[in-house]
């Protein structure tokens, strides 16, 4: 007896079409999970030092200042008087990663409204368990796929970290003196961490869908023999 497949080249492509919306939103959710938790920032900043060498309630304001610039919607860097402590090119280096954030954002939401019309839109077709178990697997295995490529790539995090801001950001303006406080306040060390956080709840969330893909209640076998 053979798994029933999907015979509507409609489902197929809506099927396609949200493994890789699935994909991304887990990759974006899970970058934001991390942003936000100030709790990770808080270890990380005792673990390297920074509490040390800048004062506690320093950063935690300035770090505070940055996620609300970082997320902000219209407020301009030169206008937030708090983040004036930044030099020019770092602050133009922030308004690169406010746009990169925002964009993640952007299409992290469409990515989750599309994903939704679409199931909706499969739940009226037939064999919809079908199509919903393989965009759980397939997603959660692609997810898995490209974590193992990147935790390959991240084994030389240097390099890793280097080819990934040259990607982002191609003007080249992402290399400051270690003086810098960008530097100081977010040493390549605490961006291991962050990635190493973010990935780890990737795996998590697909492991989570891959289960609940692979769960009896999505499991159909056709009734005839083949």
């Given at each position: ?7 509507s080249?409609e ?12 994909v991304f939103?887990l990759f974006?959710?899970?970058?934001f999970?991390?942003?936000f938790?100030?709790s990770?920032y808080?270890k990380a900043?005792?673990k390297?030092?920074?509490y ?5 309630m ?11 610039y970082l997320t ?10 708090e ?17 990169i954030?925002r964009a993640v ?6 990515s989750?409204?599309l994903l939704?019309?679409i199931?909706a839109?499969?739940?009226r ?5 079908p199509?919903?178990k393989?965009?759980l697997?397939?997603s ?14 991240s ?7 280097e080819?990934?801001?040259k ?6 303006n ?9 530097i100081?306040?977010f ?6 961490e962050?990635a ?17 893909g692979t ?5 159909l076998?056709?009734a005839?023999?083949?």
């Amino acid at each position: 007896m053979k798994a029933s497949k999907l015979k509507s080249p409609e489902q197929k492509i809506l099927v396609i079409i949200s493994i890789v919306l699935l994909v991304f939103i887990l990759f974006s959710a899970s970058f934001f999970m991390v942003f936000f938790d100030r709790s990770f920032y808080d270890k990380a900043f005792k673990k390297y030092g920074v509490y040390d060498e800048l004062g506690e309630m320093g950063v935690r304001n300035t770090v505070d200042y940055l996620i609300k610039y970082l997320t902000s919607q219209t407020s301009k860097i030169n206008e937030v008087e708090e983040l004036a402590i930044f030099l020019p090119e770092e602050r133009a280096h922030l308004e690169d990663v406010r746009n990169i954030i925002r964009a993640v954002k952007v299409l992290g939401v469409i990515s989750l409204v599309l994903l939704i019309g679409i199931i909706a839109w499969l739940s009226r077709l037939k064999d919809f368990k079908p199509s919903l178990k393989r965009i759980l697997v397939y997603s959660s295995t692609s997810t898995l796929a490209i974590l193992v490529i990147l935790f390959v790539l991240s084994l030389n995090f240097p390099a890793f970290f280097e080819a990934f801001h040259k990607i982002l950001f191609p003007q080249g303006n992402y290399s400051f003196p270690f003086y810098y406080l960008l530097i100081k306040l977010f040493p390549e060390a605490f961006f291991n961490e962050f990635a190493k956080k973010m990935l780890f709840h990737v795996l998590i969330i697909s492991l989570i869908l891959l289960t609940l893909g692979t769960s009896p209640a999505l499991t159909l076998r056709n009734a005839g023999r083949h």
